[in-house]
């Protein structure tokens, strides 16, 4: 992907397109590879970095989704497991499959849970992992050492996917510019273009360089997360809001805290709340919360009531119990839940994780909600919608055994930190083909150096972006205006925000 040449295709006047994706969060990726790869000219635009908000500050899980067979979803699991089996097929470079163990602390639970992971294998058929199995106390103990052995009645094992987020957002852009399609970030939506009433494109701005671009399309999507109800104004400054947004933190803390390759799954907290706690790019991962009321923005920052919450339940499992001043790094997502017939009220946990299709009068399509594990299938809903309102010629969608492009090998080279397991080749990949423009972009999605370790981050910031200006030709005003906003930037993943959170449940998106 080079950037330049896809703003020099934007600029030009003569293009007409058939898709704008407005978004480029994982269910804009997955929408611009779908249309892309039925022949459409389709262009993506992203008014941030690919994936900066919500898509890259996951659980990083790709999951049926346990907790809503408690809920009687069962639609929505079957669903998401079929998504999770074609994805470990389709991206087996990022996501792996993950074994998770679900201790027990009462003599019935290893029967009760047994019987629903049993029944989550069965939704997943053909496409399944492996089978659950139950373990004994010292079985338990083996797969997790650091957990509190006192008073422990077995666990249950299961099987589930695991992947990075943003670098399966980095894949799919590639695999959409190969599938022909034009994709760019930091270009921002200022307006939708109508004609006789109808949606017919959008003018956007470049924030790197300032140019603007007036854009033509059969048919806009708008797929832009937490920011969905905005686009919408766009179109009718009347329009409800159909979102509400719930904050969802995770903490980084060293490995030794689990103490092996297996995860945890605590299904059921003080409040009702699901818990992980996840080995991943040898670290532990813990989360996650869900703090209703918050406003929509790229980069939210923790609470400290969130990580308190974290940190003083993982104690109650853990022998080895984590403190603040053992965290790593820390980090806050926002999810685009959709509020149920578009009304407000009640806790953001018993909003559905399903995804919700609609088109406004104008023709504007809106594909919202959903989550990480099903973007390829709300892709699918949303192209064919749009072929039928742009008035498109159909194709039929070909995804579901679509390899996407990753670049997943094995390293080498020195390691640009020695808590970082990343080398001066992945700085150089991503601002020479990933479109990596800032250095926020480089320390945190095209690497994930300021989620492993934020201090470690701060540290080598200089010395990447030395190479990045190397590359780019930037001078000493570009690198000091880069390490000083990165410098802001990562306050967001060392030090929580003083407010309360909310009482409600989630689980890992």
Request: glycine share 10%.
């Amino acid at each position: 992907m080079n950037r330049s040449e896809a703003l020099d295709r934007l600029s030009d006047s003569s293009e007409s397109w058939d898709i704008i994706v407005v978004g480029g969060g994982a269910t804009g990726l997955g929408i611009a590879v779908d249309a892309a790869n039925r022949g459409y000219r389709t262009a993506l635009l992203e008014q941030a970095d690919f994936s900066e908000s919500t898509s890259s500050k996951s659980t990083k899980l790709i999951h049926g989704g346990v907790r809503y067979l408690r809920s009687g979803e069962v639609g929505l699991v079957r669903e998401s497991l079929r998504e999770r089996g074609r994805l470990l097929r389709n991206a087996a470079g990022i996501v792996k499959p993950l074994s998770f163990v679900v201790p027990a602390y009462r003599f019935y639970e290893p029967f009760f849970y047994g019987m629903g992971l049993t029944l989550y294998d069965l939704l997943a058929g053909d496409l399944g992992i492996k089978s659950t199995d139950h373990l004994s106390d010292h079985e338990t103990l083996k797969e997790i050492p650091n957990l509190n052995p006192d008073g422990l009645h077995g666990g249950t094992l299961y099987w589930d996917g695991q992947f990075d987020d943003a670098r399966l957002a980095i894949a799919m852009a590639r695999t959409a510019h190969r599938e022909g399609a034009t994709v760019v970030n930091r270009v921002r939506v200022k307006e939708l273009v109508k004609e006789a009433g109808r949606v017919s494109g959008v003018v956007a701005e470049d924030l790197v360089d300032g140019n603007s671009f007036r854009l033509k399309a059969s048919v806009v999507i708008n797929a832009t997360g937490v920011f969905t109800d905005s686009v919408r104004k766009m179109d009718d400054s009347q329009s409800s809001d159909m979102i509400a947004p719930s904050q969802g933190i995770h903490i980084v803390l060293d490995q030794k805290f689990l103490g092996g390759e297996t995860a945890i799954m605590i299904p059921s907290t003080d409040d009702g709340r699901v818990l992980f706690a996840i080995p991943w790019q040898n670290k532990m991962l813990l989360g996650t919360t869900d703090t209703a009321g918050v406003e929509p923005e790229i980069c939210p920052r923790p609470m400290k009531d969130e990580v308190d919450y974290l940190l003083d339940h993982a104690g109650r499992y853990l022998v080895e119990k984590p403190t603040l001043l053992d965290v790593r790094s820390m980090f806050a997502g926002l999810r685009p839940l959709v509020l149920p017939n578009k009304t407000s009220g009640g806790a953001t946990s018993k909003i559905s994780r399903s995804h919700s299709l609609t088109v406004s009068d104008s023709g504007l399509v809106t594909m919202a909600g959903g989550k990480w594990t099903t973007y390829r299938q709300m892709a699918e809903d949303a192209v064919d919608c749009a072929a039928e309102i742009g008035a498109l010629s159909f194709q039929p969608c070909s995804t579901h055994d679509l390899t996407l492009l990753s670049e997943e090998n094995e390293k080498g080279g020195e390691w640009i930190h020695p808590h970082l397991p990343y080398t001066s080749e992945d700085i150089e990949r991503a601002v020479g083909g990933e479109m990596a423009v800032t250095l926020d972009d480089v320390l945190s999605r095209r690497t994930r150096c300021t989620l492993l370790d934020a201090n470690a981050a701060l540290e080598v910031a200089p010395a990447v972006c030395q190479i990045m200006s190397q590359m780019t030709g930037a001078g000493a005003d570009w690198i000091a205006r880069e390490i000083e906003s990165f410098q802001q930037c990562a306050l967001a993943y060392k030090e929580p925000t003083s407010q309360s959170e909310s009482s409600v449940e989630s689980e890992g998106s």
